[in-house]
């Protein structure tokens, strides 16, 4: 069932460079939300006619429900001007979120901001008892883009960075140590899954090499989700049925989440 939230503004602050936290008083949401859904958010300052835009949930627990987002446009713009105290109209859960359990080592790939649904799923999974304890793989194009590591390590996750500049990590795409840890997982015969979200670019890298090692991939697609419902048909994405057939999904109600063997890619 979807809720619509009047939520307080518990703290809203700089994690980065254009990056916030939005931390919410949420308690009906934060019950129900699990890892990879996402919330609906009314902007206050923005004309009555606007849709709402979408947020990934970097975590939901203790009746709060917080948001890591980035100042990308008109929307997220006037949401920065939002004070500690108001209150917001968030509407959720929404959306298919990533599996609760893993058979094997969790690893979880995210790009910049695609980090938040992954903190997220490495909570619940610790939580879970999962059997091997998640790593997390993050890039970004210079250490301005990494965020929340800190959050990771104090669940005991092992964390391995990279940057397009050097200027964190190793120097290059996040692939490099992913593929390292692949490389030694393999030669000692361990399960893994995958778990990613980020830019279109690693989804279709983690999805491959996913295929590639025939283990379980589980891709969150950042697609343009205007409604949130379904209703709009703006965040299409094609996906492979078990007999071959392929139909337009819609990210918002059949995702964001799907398994890497369902999506097919756009060839350029």
């Known amino acids: 069932m979807v809720i619509d939230e009047k939520a307080k503004i518990l703290s809203h602050t700089l994690t980065g460079p254009g990056y916030r936290f939005l931390v919410l008083e ?13 919330v609906h958010v009314k902007i206050p300052s923005l004309e009555e006619s606007a849709l709402r835009r979408p947020f990934s ?3 939901a627990d203790d009746g709060k429900v917080t948001l890591l987002y980035k100042d990308v446009g008109r929307g997220t713009s006037a949401l920065t001007k939002a004070k500690e105290g108001e209150e917001l109209l968030v509407m959720g859960p929404l959306g298919h979120g990533f599996p609760s359990s893993c058979k094997g080592t969790p690893l979880l790939i995210g790009g910049g901001y695609g980090v938040a649904p992954l903190h997220f799923l490495a909570k619940q999974l610790v939580k879970n008892n999962c059997k091997e304890t998640p790593i997390l793989f993050v890039g970004g194009r210079t250490k301005d883009d990494i965020l929340a590591i800190e959050y990771f390590e104090r669940l005991g996750v092992q964390v391995f960075l990279a940057s397009n500049d050097g200027s964190i990590g190793e120097k290059g795409f996040v692939t490099l140590p992913l593929d390292a840890k692949l490389a030694e997982l393999k ?3 361990k399960d893994f899954e995958l778990f990613t979200c980020g830019p279109d670019g690693l989804l279709k890298a983690v999805s491959d090499r996913a295929l590639d090692c025939n283990m379980p991939g589980w891709i969150s697609m950042d697609r343009h989700m ?20 392929v139909y337009n999904a819609r990210c918002c109600v059949n995702g964001p989440v799907f398994k890497a063997k369902e999506i097919v890619w756009e060839t350029k």
Do not use: E, N, W, Y
């Open 226 to 245: 205007i409604c949130g419902v379904g209703a709009c048909f703006a965040c299409i994405q094609a996906i492979r049925l078990p007999d071959g057939s």
């Open 26 to 38: 949420a308690p009906q949401l934060a019950k129900v939300l699990v890892p990879g859904q996402f």
């Open 57 to 59: 949930v970097f975590d």
């Open 187 to 189: 030669k000692d015969g």
